[in-house]
């Protein structure tokens, strides 16, 4: 299935990468992140040009964000109420939708490309909890040059090796995840065992 | 310490082995990048069979013929009528052709 998905690469160019980042917006499984790397393997072969490969996966992800925010603030709302209203998750969803709200740049930014799979579903939360749509754009814009920047200029660089490269930078992505996750745990943990003056 | 979940230690514990894990395996695949043989499919165009193989795009253009960019093996196997298995085996045998 991926050999299909990278011969549509260099033969229909700009368009695959469209869809490909926008479905992927929209939580669709879909090998976006090689597809990148496949992009900028072939503008490095000469077979695609970057202003075609960066510019399409760029507005297809940013389109994929904006429909993925819209659906939660249309559609999210009865749901969003509903949680609100139960005794046991209420207290629950309030509080995660306040740390969404306060920390929302960096939660977008960071889900754009750091960890890209819960890119779909803080489109939705964003749209559900009515982060502010500026600010919310602001950051979508600024993650995806990075996600598009980072994959399209590392398959130009390694781009004979995609499959070793995509896998060697899923991996430091991960990694890069877990010590941060570890960080915060260990910063809580610390702070729980200072006695109090 | 006073109110700290008890889920807390071991969700640090769990992240350091994950954070230590994935290093690992990013740094083991990062320094064995390019060493695995390299493989000529059908979805690589003369161009990237070029770079892939470390061939000049002359030698390729030799064996496959000149094509418009953009066109993979594939395609270049239909429109001549010579099957993908065949167009990689003369590659194949051109391997180590340039210095």
């Given at each position: 299935m991926i050999e299909t998905a990278l011969g549509l690469v260099p033969t229909h160019g700009g368009a695959v990468l469209f869809l490909a980042t926008f479905l992927s917006c929209l939580?669709?499984?879909?090998?976006t992140s090689v597809l990148l790397l496949a992009g900028g393997a072939f503008v490095a072969t000469g077979d695609l040009d970057l202003a075609t490969v960066a510019g399409s996966a760029y507005a297809g992800a940013i389109l994929g964000d904006q429909v993925g925010y819209a659906a939660g603030r249309i559609g999210g709302q009865r749901l969003w109420a509903r949680l609100l209203a139960r005794p046991r998750s209420g207290p629950l969803a309030r509080r995660a939708g306040e740390r969404l709200h306060r920390r929302a740049w960096l939660t977008v930014f960071l889900s754009r490309?750091?960890?890209?799979?819960?890119g779909p579903w803080v489109n939705l939360a964003a749209g559900t909890t009515r982060v502010g749509w500026r600010s919310y754009t602001g950051a979508s814009l600024a993650g995806e040059a990075v996600w598009v920047a980072l994959y399209v200029g590392l398959g130009h660089a390694f781009g004979g090796r995609l499959e070793d490269v995509g896998t060697t930078v899923a991996w430091a992505l991960i990694a890069i995840c877990a010590v941060a996750v570890a960080f915060g745990l260990g910063r809580t943990l610390s702070q729980r065992f200072t006695p109090a003056a | 310490m006073s109110g700290r979940p008890r889920w807390l230690l071991p969700a640090f514990g769990l992240s350091v082995l994950l954070a230590i894990a994935a290093t690992t395996a990013a740094v083991r695949h990062g320094s064995r990048i390019g060493d695995a043989p390299a493989e000529v499919e059908g979805w690589m165009t003369p161009g990237y069979i070029a770079d892939y193989l470390a061939l000049s795009p002359a030698t390729i253009d030799e064996v496959l013929g000149r094509y418009p960019p953009g066109t993979t093996l594939d395609e270049i196997a239909a429109a001549s009528g010579v099957p993908v298995a065949t167009l990689v085996a003369w590659i194949d045998a051109r391997r180590g052709a340039d210095p």
């Open positions: 939580a669709l499984p879909i090998p490309w750091l960890v890209s799979a819960l | -």
